[in-house]
T-cell receptor, first 109, second 114 residues
Framework: SQQGEEDPQALSIQEGENATMNCSYK?????LQWYRQNSGRGLVHLIL?????REKHSGRLRVTLDTSKKSSSLLITASRAADTASYFC?????????FGTGTRLQVFP | DAMVIQNPRYQVTQFGKPVTLSCSQT?????MYWYQQKSSQAPKLLFH???????NEADTPDNFQSRRPNTSFCFLDIRSPGLGDAAMYLC?????????????FGPGTRLLVL
């Protein structure tokens, strides 16, 4: 399977703490994207990092990409209860997204 | 607002009874996708259209078919649903974000097979 893997599978933190999720993938990529999914809902695009970029910021989100290790991380700073969701990385190669296994984040108030 | 719309949000069907799920997009994107997502799993691509060109994933069962009559609409037909086909079905279209193409997802249709 070409599917990427994410760790941890589940993460529970308190509001205000930072949350870090990691993603590993297997193939070469054009870019890597992170999506958020609330329970029972569709996927919402969060951030995209190109294969020639190493780090990107968007609000409270920070994404890193290491193509030599085929890995990426998503950092959510100063987490809020509303950040509770599943987070998926997805690699983009040939017009198709291949999703990682996801991290379920629970932020307690 | 421009978006990807899926109807219905919840669909109940009987074992073996054909069912059709609908997706429309007002984004005028030329690429559309159908994904299947089972509980606590990652979305799995079933097939995609580039304009009218249909691209089936190698491991998509023959039970799953798709139609795209025009740019805006795309349908997923499940000819004989089995219990294992109960899942969330996500539709997406592909367009520009941050100067690079990415996918915009609909809210999904949750299919229950009785």
């Amino acid at each position: 399977s070409q599917q990427g893997e994410e760790d941890p599978q589940a993460l529970s933190i308190q509001e205000g703490e930072n949350a870090t999720m990691n993603c590993s993938y297997k193939t070469s990529i054009n870019n890597l994207q992170w999506y958020r999914q609330n329970s029972g809902r569709g996927l919402v695009h969060l951030i995209l990092i190109r294969s020639n970029e190493r780090e990107k910021h968007s609000g409270r989100l920070r994404v890193t990409l290491d193509t030599s290790k085929k890995s990426s991380s998503l950092l959510i700073t100063a987490s809020r209860a509303a950040d509770t969701a599943s987070y998926f990385c997805a690699t983009d190669n040939t017009d198709k997204l291949i999703f990682g296994t996801g991290t379920r984040l629970q932020v307690f108030p | 607002d421009a978006m990807v719309i899926q109807n219905p949000r919840y669909q109940v069907t009987q074992f073996g009874k054909p069912v059709t799920l609908s997706c429309s997009q007002t984004l005028n994107h030329n690429v559309m996708y159908w994904y299947q997502q089972k509980s606590s799993q990652a979305p799995k691509l079933l097939f995609h259209y580039y304009d009218k060109d249909f691209n089936n994933e190698a491991d998509t069962p023959d039970n799953f078919q798709s139609r795209r009559p025009n740019t805006s609409f795309c349908f997923l037909d499940i000819r004989s649903p089995g219990l294992g086909d109960a899942a969330m079905y996500l539709c997406a279209s592909r367009g520009l974000a941050d100067n690079q193409e990415t996918q915009y997802f609909g809210p999904g249709t949750r299919l229950l097979v009785l």
